[in-house]
């Protein structure tokens, strides 16, 4: 088993640097267009044949020392109260926002084992092509990211809705992240049971807030999940993005690996995270579309920046874009470990 990532994960000495990189599953993939062609995102994420398939790509394809669980950070909101569906060229649409203190109340709890069982078959389909091969992260979104899709309604620019929420009812605020908070902490620890050896908790959009509201209305959400997953002996990681202000806060809320974008030199962002935590990033994914040789001085210079450090998982700074050539990526993943061994 190549286990150079769980063992950055605990800062422990490696053969050469870990890499995976976020959405390494997905539209770039001609074999993952080619199943896209035949189904919907939610069918596949719903199929654990076809889940454990587009699972299984990257790592064939590429030289990838993880593998990411092929599901949707969404899709525990239909089981609570939020329907929603991913409509061609828009994203996610739900079907109705969150937006008063009335509808938080229908909101509740469910039980993953049983209304996301397809998630948890996946995972353990997923055990024996794994098996020898590379550990599986599980993943779930944060209490911010996940209230802010539900408030929303979709994807948003400003956030203003969500804020809107926060600062007129706080109360009402805290009770939805507070339900985000124990269902995404049992869902994580069914993956755990089920079987991945990691877990990520993204925050994609937190950095929307100023550390002052992150510590008011995120930080404590999320450190209940941390705190209830430490009961495991996984590694966690904790990943946003436009967080350069946040990460001595998202460092209290937990994770054992800290996420840093590009926005961020990867020595200056883990001095703020700490060093005795590992941190994961931090190559512009749009460095990833070419010119090659810009790519790779990009890649050296994050390197260069960890100083070999132990703790340091090399990825992109956010998900790989879709119009990313494969060879790119696999160039990449190949040169980071020949850098490092
Ligand atoms: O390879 C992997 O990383 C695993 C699969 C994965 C998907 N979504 C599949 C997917 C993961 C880890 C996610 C997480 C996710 N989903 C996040 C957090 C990560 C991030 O990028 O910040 C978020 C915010 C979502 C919600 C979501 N899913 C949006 C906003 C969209 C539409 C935007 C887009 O890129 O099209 C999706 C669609 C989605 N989820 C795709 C994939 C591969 C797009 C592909 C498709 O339509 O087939």
Same mark, same amino acid.
């Given at each position: 088993?190549?286990?150079?990532?769980?063992?950055?994960?605990?800062?422990?000495?490696?053969?050469?640097?870990?890499?995976?990189?976020?959405?390494?599953?997905?539209?770039?993939?001609?074999?993952?267009?080619?199943?896209?062609?035949?189904?919907?995102?939610?069918?596949?994420?719903?199929?654990?044949?076809?889940?454990?398939?587009?699972? @299984?790509?990257?790592?064939?394809?590429?030289? &990838?020392? +993880?593998?990411? %669980? =092929?599901?949707?950070?969404?899709?525990? *909101?239909? !089981?609570?109260?939020?329907?929603?569906?991913?409509?061609?060229?828009?994203?996610?649409?739900?079907?109705?926002?969150?937006?008063?203190?009335?509808?938080?109340?229908?909101?509740?709890?469910?039980?993953?084992?049983?209304?996301?069982?397809?998630?948890?078959?996946?995972?353990?389909?997923?055990?024996?092509?794994?098996?020898?091969?590379?550990?599986?992260?599980?993943?779930?979104?944060?209490?911010?990211?996940?209230?802010?899709?539900?408030?929303?309604?979709?994807?948003?620019?400003?956030?203003?809705?969500?804020?809107?929420?926060?600062?007129?009812?706080?109360?009402?605020?805290?009770?939805?992240?507070?339900?985000?908070?124990?269902?995404?902490?049992?869902? @994580?620890?069914?993956?755990?049971?089920?079987? &991945?050896? +990691?877990?990520? %908790? =993204?925050?994609?959009?937190?950095?929307? *807030?100023? !550390?002052?509201?992150?510590?008011?209305?995120?930080?404590?959400?999320?450190?209940?999940?941390?705190?209830?997953?430490?009961?495991?002996?996984?590694?966690?990681?904790?990943?946003?993005?436009?967080?350069?202000?946040?990460?001595?806060?998202?460092?209290?809320?937990?994770?054992?690996?800290?996420?840093?974008?590009?926005?961020?030199?990867?020595?200056?962002?883990?001095?703020?995270?700490?060093?005795?935590?590992?941190?994961?990033?931090?190559?512009?994914?749009?460095?990833?579309?070419?010119?090659?040789?810009?790519?790779?001085?990009?890649?050296?210079?994050?390197?260069?920046?960890?100083?070999?450090?132990?703790?340091?998982?090399?990825?992109?700074?956010?998900?790989?874009?879709?119009?990313?050539?494969?060879?790119?990526?696999?160039?990449?993943?190949?040169?980071?470990?020949?850098?490092?061994?």
């Amino acid at each position: 088993m190549n286990n150079r990532f769980i063992q950055a994960c605990r800062q422990q000495p490696v053969d050469a640097t870990p890499v995976w990189f976020m959405r390494q599953a997905g539209r770039y993939m001609s074999a993952y267009r080619k199943i896209r062609a035949k189904h919907s995102l939610l069918d596949i994420c719903r199929a654990p044949e076809l889940a454990v398939e587009v699972t @299984l790509q990257p790592v064939d394809a590429i030289a &990838v020392d +993880a593998a990411i %669980l =092929f599901s949707d950070l969404l899709l525990p *909101l239909v !089981p609570m109260g939020i329907p929603f569906d991913f409509q061609q060229g828009e994203g996610p649409v739900i079907h109705e926002p969150i937006r008063s203190t009335a509808h938080i109340k229908q909101l509740h709890k469910f039980d993953p084992r049983e209304d996301l069982a397809h998630v948890m078959e996946t995972i353990k389909l997923l055990a024996s092509p794994l098996r020898g091969r590379v550990p599986l992260i599980g993943f779930a979104g944060a209490p911010f990211t996940l209230a802010s899709y539900a408030i929303e309604g979709g994807s948003s620019r400003n956030y203003a809705h969500t804020k809107a929420l926060m600062y007129e009812h706080p109360k009402a605020w805290h009770q939805l992240a507070d339900l985000f908070a124990s269902i995404v902490s049992d869902y @994580l620890s069914a993956q755990i049971e089920a079987g &991945v050896q +990691a877990v990520q %908790l =993204f925050d994609s959009w937190v950095g929307a *807030l100023s !550390p002052q509201d992150y510590s008011e209305f995120a930080l404590p959400h999320t450190r209940k999940i941390f705190e209830n997953l430490s009961k495991h002996d996984v590694p966690t990681l904790h990943f946003g993005t436009g967080t350069s202000t946040l990460l001595p806060l998202m460092r209290q809320a937990g994770g054992n690996v800290i996420g840093l974008d590009w926005r961020i030199p990867l020595n200056h962002g883990w001095t703020l995270v700490g060093y005795d935590r590992s941190v994961q990033g931090n190559l512009d994914p749009t460095m990833l579309l070419g010119p090659t040789e810009r790519m790779l001085q990009g890649a050296l210079d994050v390197l260069r920046r960890a100083n070999g450090r132990s703790g340091h998982i090399f990825n992109v700074g956010h998900g790989i874009l879709p119009n990313t050539p494969l060879e790119h990526v696999q160039l990449l993943a190949d040169f980071v470990h020949k850098q490092t061994e």
